[in-house]
C-alpha cells in the first residue's frame, strides 16, 4: 500500500499549462487536503490550446473560450497559483524549487507539467518581425491581429498547427501559401493518401499548397516581406507563420539529474527514478504497452489522461497509465481523427467514400489494426479504436463494408 500524504504535505506543480491544471483538479477531487502550488512560466492559469490555431483565430474570442477553470476555482480549490514565475532549478536533495525571481518552494511531491515550446527555424531572417510560432495565447494573439482580407500569410511546415491555422487564416480573409520540405503533408500522422486528400481540401479552400520545397532565407527590409526558396524564387509574404514541431521543456529535469531522452522519463505510473518527483503531459516520456515502447505524447488527450491519473497516483494507490493514442485536428470544415501509431503497416482498408468527404481508413498490420483515421465521422472512432485494441486479425472486406457495423463486429 502507498502512503496517502496528509494535510501538511505540499504537492508542487511545475507548469501550468493543460496537465499542470488538471493535475492540480485531480488531486482536489481525489481528496488530497495538503498544500497545491501550481507554477507556471505563462503570465494565464492554465488553458486548453487547441483553440489557438482554431477558434482562437477565426473569431473574436478571448482566452475564457479556452480556459481550464473559472479564476474564482483557484481560490475556492485552494491552489496556490503562481504565475509568470518560471521554476530555474530543483534541489532534489532538500526537495525544493527556486523560482526566477529568487523565491523557493519547498516540496513533498514534486509533478513536472513543462510541457514543449516550438521548434525554431534555423534560417537566415527567421528573427524579421512578421516570423510567427503558435504555441501560446499571445501568439495566437499577435497573428489574428495582423490576419485582414488580402494580407500574404506563408505557413512554413504542413503539419497539423501549420495546416490548421493555414486554414484559420483563410476564413478571415488571407491570401494562403503553404510549404512544406517532405513530398506530402502530415507525414508523420497520415498514411500519403490520406495526406494528398487534405491537400485536396486545402486547395478547395483557395490554400496553396507546395510540397517538397527548401526555404533557404526569409528576407525584408525592416520585416518579413518574402520567402525565398532553393531555386531562388521569392514567395511574398507580409506574415510567416513557422509550425515545424515542438522540443520538450526537459532542461529543468536535466540539470536535476533526472533520466531524460526526448522527454523526461517515467514508468507506467509517471514516476521518475526520484520517488518524490512524477512528470507528466507532453514533456513525459512514457511506456505505451499497446505499442510495446516508450514515446512522448503531443496530444491534449494525453496532457490531461494522464496528468490526472500521474496526480492520483502520487496521493493514492499507483495505477498504470494507458494512453489511448487518440489525436483530432479540424481543418476547413473537417474533422480528422487519428488513434493508434500508422508505422509498419502494410495495407490500408478504406471504408466510406472519400469522395463524399466522410470515410474511415484502417492502417493493417498482418491483418490487426495498427492504426485508424476518421475523416468526418468521428462517431465511428469508439468502436473502431475497440477493434485496434482488441488485436484480433479482421477480415478487410469485413472493416469495409459500411453494412458491417463495428460495434457489432467488436462483440464477435
Ligand atoms: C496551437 C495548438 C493546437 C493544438 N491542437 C491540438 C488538437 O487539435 N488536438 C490535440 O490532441 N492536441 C492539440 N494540441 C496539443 C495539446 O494542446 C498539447 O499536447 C497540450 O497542451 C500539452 O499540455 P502540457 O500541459 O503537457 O504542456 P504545455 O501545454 O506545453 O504546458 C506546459 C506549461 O509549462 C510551462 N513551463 C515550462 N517550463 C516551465 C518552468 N521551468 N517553470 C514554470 N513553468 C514552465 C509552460 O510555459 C507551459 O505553460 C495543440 C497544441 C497547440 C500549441
Redesign the pocket.
Known amino acids: 500500500m502507498s502512503e496517502t500524504p496528509g494535510p501538511s504535505q505540499t504537492i508542487v506543480i511545475?507548469?501550468?499549462?493543460?496537465?499542470?491544471?488538471r493535475a492540480a483538479q485531480a488531486l482536489r477531487t481525489a481528496g488530497f487536503a495538503g498544500r497545491v502550488v501550481l507554477?507556471?512560466?505563462?503570465k494565464y492559469p492554465?488553458y486548453?490550446?487547441?483553440?489557438?490555431?482554431?477558434e482562437l483565430i477565426v473569431t473574436d474570442a478571448g482566452l475564457e473560450k479556452a480556459r481550464l477553470h473559472d479564476p474564482a476555482w483557484y481560490e475556492q480549490n485552494k491552489i496556490e497559483l503562481m504565475l509568470g514565475?518560471?521554476?530555474?532549478a530543483i534541489d532534489r536533495a532538500v526537495k525544493r524549487v527556486t523560482l526566477a525571481g529568487g523565491a523557493a518552494v519547498s516540496y513533498d511531491k514534486l509533478l513536472l507539467?513543462?510541457?514543449?515550446?516550438v521548434r525554431k527555424l534555423p534560417l537566415p531572417g527567421a528573427d524579421l518581425p512578421g516570423v510567427f510560432y503558435?504555441?501560446?495565447f499571445d501568439d495566437?494573439q499577435a497573428v489574428r491581429a495582423r490576419l485582414k482580407d488580402g494580407v500574404k500569410v506563408v505557413v512554413i511546415g504542413g503539419g497539423?498547427?501549420g495546416l490548421?491555422t493555414a486554414a484559420s487564416s483563410r476564413k478571415r480573409g488571407a491570401v494562403v501559401t503553404v510549404l512544406e520540405a517532405a513530398d506530402r503533408l502530415m507525414g508523420r500522422a497520415v498514411a500519403t493518401e490520406i495526406g494528398a486528400w487534405f491537400k485536396a481540401l486545402h486547395e478547395k479552400h483557395g490554400v496553396a499548397v507546395r510540397l517538397g520545397v527548401t526555404i533557404t532565407a526569409i528576407e525584408g527590409a525592416d520585416k518579413v516581406e518574402r520567402v525565398v526558396l532553393g531555386g531562388g524564387e521569392a514567395v511574398p509574404a507580409d506574415l510567416v507563420v513557422v509550425g515545424i514541431g515542438?522540443v520538450p521543456?526537459v532542461e529543468?529535469a536535466m540539470a536535476a539529474g533526472l533520466e531524460v531522452s526526448n522527454g523526461i522519463a517515467v514508468d507506467e505510473f509517471g514516476r521518475t527514478a526520484d520517488p518524490a518527483i512524477w512528470a507528466?503531459?507532453?514533456?513525459a516520456l512514457q511506456p505505451n504497452a499497446f505499442l510495446g515502447r516508450k514515446l512522448r505524447?503531443?496530444?491534449?488527450?494525453?496532457?490531461q489522461d494522464h496528468?490526472m491519473a500521474v496526480a492520483r497516483n502520487m496521493i493514492g494507490e499507483p495505477k498504470a497509465y494507458e494512453d489511448s493514442l487518440?489525436?483530432?485536428?479540424?481543418q476547413h470544415d473537417v474533422n480528422l481523427q487519428m488513434t493508434g501509431m500508422p508505422e509498419g503497416y502494410d495495407a490500408l482498408v478504406w471504408r466510406g467514400d472519400p469522395a463524399a468527404g466522410a470515410f474511415m481508413v484502417f492502417y493493417m498490420k498482418e491483418g490487426r489494426i495498427a492504426a485508424i483515421n476518421t475523416v468526418n465521422l468521428g462517431r465511428e472512432m469508439k468502436p473502431a479504436q475497440r477493434l485496434m485494441q482488441s488485436r484480433k486479425v479482421f477480415e478487410p472486406a469485413q472493416l469495409a463494408d459500411p453494412n458491417v457495423r463495428l460495434l457489432k463486429l467488436g462483440k464477435e
Open positions: 511545475v507548469g501550468a499549462g493543460h496537465a499542470g491544471g507554477i507556471g512560466a505563462e492554465p486548453e490550446r487547441p483553440p489557438l490555431s482554431k514565475a518560471p521554476v530555474t507539467t513543462t510541457g514543449a515550446r503558435i504555441r501560446d495566437t497539423f498547427i490548421e515542438i521543456n529543468l507528466a503531459g507532453d514533456c505524447l503531443e496530444s491534449y488527450q494525453n496532457a496528468a487518440w489525436v483530432w485536428s479540424d
